[in-house]
């Protein structure tokens, strides 16, 4: 007889469904290792091999120039020239790759593109990184100018010479990089191709007969290009038998392959099933895919002394990169780069979710996008009126305003942020220095008076050019905004370069559109950090029925606590809802009253049911009224809605 097992099935039948079983699991894993193999072998089919371009054959430039002089337009042409991308006379920004860069039309975001060229019977690898042109995205050109051994220098034939313009040629000069000038939409009507080339030999010491007239819309001219950065351009020095050494000077983030890190390969050679070391963390990886970005990802065989390219090495965690870092082979360790000096936070803001249980995920999307842009500096904080949130750096206004519309666009996040301040220092008498980041950190009165020596703001030195006819107007701004003069010299016969020392907090706020209402658009506007100095520096506060609420908390200069703490009580009276009783909005400093604004209580009419009678029987009605008033704002208690922190904090902004 057939066993029979305890679930009642014939041992011999149950034998058999084991093997069908086993054989049914086996057949599927065969099946799923030959996908992998066939996906494998149609990877190394598309994967390029670039070995054959040694470093005297690989050009690494990039393209800089203020803001809307046509550095994408241009990049745009350069990939149709080289096959990177068809001509269809529909790419426009094809490196804009970021919502926020096609919707606002600027750069925010270095990005990179390979292309191949051949010049004089010989092929060429040409490295192309495409940078920001605002101020607010410094970091970015830097980094990108460190992988690069020459950079185009693009001027607008129109305008000429503007402030980020000078700014982005003494960062390539500092670099030691080889300069190319060139002169773009010199087609335009309004173009005046020789005074622009003048201001650029009068305030670079360019030679003019070397600067090239191109039009990068229209492509006259932009043949030309390519040619004059492999003659103008150093190879990259290296070798490929030293052993392998490579910069990070970019990341971001793949939900599906995780951290992605863009790198200038600086000695030796990389190629996949590689192992390699972080000298910042001495973690190992083991690479799994190396490339070159054209203009999308795109697979090599391997990745080679003096090339820039991708590495993908299953770094999962987003905090184990870290940009400036240097890789190197396992077992092979060599002397790390000198990386680069990390940003400097210029501006501050809270960032809150607007729902609390939001908190987790809103910390994870920060860290991701972080990756991305690494001049983000990130601080938990925590706000009584606010919730868990974090304390932000940012290199400037627009870096803010970008970064939060990445966050919601990208991540979905719904937040809050709180007005912008500056970094102050706060010195006391037994000699400490301590660094206040946010109001709450600021010291009360009493503290000021008995331990503190001196308060410093920060300063920048700022650099505007404008037409001459404006040289009053903005001589004029920059003094009632606390600025001093330093220089101011002419460009050229109509065109004016003034030099100015501004506090930084000045900056942040309206400076840029004042600047521009004066100049009727036509002045330009930068600025770089220029220490820190004494300055009257208040804590001012806003007070609900006598309570602080520390989220509209503020530091600022002795000279403006009147004028601003009068500007948020009326705000504040305007959002808040009407209570059964009184609130006083008061703004203080120093221990004292600056402003103040009431919000009048609502008011049953008691004596709506008495229709006659004696007096008194209606003021006995309005004397328990009046108690019963008294007694709630003594135990009331004024809570702001979010609505109403939106509706101030985006009128501070």
Not at 41 to 47: C, F, G, L, T
Not at 594 to 608: D, F, G, S
């Amino acid at each position: 007889m057939l066993g029979i097992r305890a679930g009642g099935l014939p041992q011999r039948l149950w034998s058999l469904w084991l093997l069908d079983k086993h054989l049914d699991r086996a057949i599927k894993n065969t099946c799923l290792q030959a996908k992998r193999y066939t996906a494998r072998a149609a990877s190394a089919k598309q994967e390029i091999d670039i070995s054959e371009y040694p470093p005297e054959r690989i050009r690494n430039f990039s393209i800089i120039a203020h803001i809307d002089h046509g550095k994408s337009t241009l990049a745009d042409r350069l990939l149709e020239q080289t096959g990177v991308i068809s001509k269809t006379g529909k790419n426009k920004q094809v490196l804009d790759k970021l919502k926020v860069e096609r919707e606002r039309g600027i750069t925010v975001k270095a990005q990179s593109a390979s292309m191949f060229y051949e010049y004089k019977g010989k092929k060429y690898l040409m490295n192309l990184i495409d940078t920001p042109g605002h101020v607010d995205f410094n970091y970015e050109v830097s980094r990108s100018l460190a992988a690069c051994q020459g950079t185009i220098l693009l001027v607008d034939a129109a305008q000429g010479i503007q402030a980020q313009t000078v700014a982005n040629f003494y960062l390539a000069f500092g670099e030691g990089l080889q300069v190319i000038p060139m002169l773009n939409k010199v087609d335009l009507p309004t173009a005046e191709p020789e005074r622009a080339a003048q201001q650029i030999e009068s305030t670079f010491e360019i030679d003019s007969s070397k600067i090239l007239h191109i039009s990068a819309k229209s492509g006259m001219g932009v043949d030309q290009v390519l040619p004059a950065v492999i003659e103008n351009t150093l190879p990259p020095e290296g070798s490929i038998d030293q052993p392998f050494r490579a910069l990070l000077f970019d990341t971001w983030y793949d939900k599906y392959v995780g951290v992605v890190c863009l790198m200038a390969i600086k000695e030796g050679v990389i190629k996949r099933g590689d192992r390699i070391v972080s000298s910042h963390s001495k973690t190992k990886y083991e690479v799994t895919e190396v490339g070159i970005m054209y203009p999308d990802p795109k697979p090599t065989t391997s990745l080679q002394v003096g090339q820039v390219g991708y590495i993908i090495c299953n770094m999962k965690s987003v905090s184990e990169a870290h940009v400036g870092d240097t890789f190197y082979k396992d077992k092979h360790p060599v002397e790390p780069l000198p990386g680069f000096v990390p940003a400097k936070s210029m501006v501050f803001a809270g960032v809150f979710p607007l729902d609390a249980d939001e908190f987790s995920k809103l910390d994870e999307s920060i860290q991701k996008l972080t990756l991305n842009d690494s001049s983000v500096s990130v601080h938990k904080e925590t706000s009584a009126a606010l919730g868990q949130g974090w304390r932000l750096g940012f290199l400037g206004t627009l870096h803010m305003d970008v970064f939060r519309q990445r966050l919601e666009e990208e991540y979905n996040a719904n937040i809050l942020i709180t007005a912008p301040t500056v970094p102050y220092k706060i010195k006391y008498r037994d000699g400490t220095v301590k660094f206040i980041k946010t109001p709450a950190d600021f010291p009360d009165g009493t503290t000021m008076q008995e331990y503190v020596e001196s308060t410093m703001e920060p300063f920048v030195l700022a650099t505007m050019i404008f037409p001459k006819e404006y040289l009053g107007q903005m001589l004029e701004l920059c003094t009632t905004h606390r600025g001093e003069i330093q220089n101011h010299t002419f460009i050229d016969e109509s065109r004016v370069m003034l030099t100015c020392r501004l506090p930084m907090s000045d900056i942040v706020t309206d400076f840029f559109d004042k600047l521009k209402s004066k100049s009727q658009g036509f002045a330009s506007f930068d600025y770089e950090d220029a220490g820190y100095d004494d300055s009257q520096l208040v804590k001012m506060e806003v007070l609900l029925n006598g309570e602080p609420v520390d989220a509209l908390a503020a530091v600022m200069h002795k000279s403006n606590v009147v004028m601003v703490g009068r500007d948020i009580a009326k705000r504040l009276k305007e959002v808040i809802r009407r209570q059964l009783f009184d609130i006083i909005i008061q703004t203080a400093a120093n221990g004292k009253i600056v402003a103040r604004e009431t919000v009048k209580q609502l008011r049953k009419n008691v004596t709506a049911k008495c229709y006659g009678g004696d007096i008194t029987r209606k003021m006995k009605l309005l004397n328990k009224q009046k108690e019963g008033k008294k007694w709630m704002k003594k135990f009331g208690k004024v809570e702001l809605p979010q609505e109403a922190f939106l509706g101030i904090l985006s009128k501070k902004n």
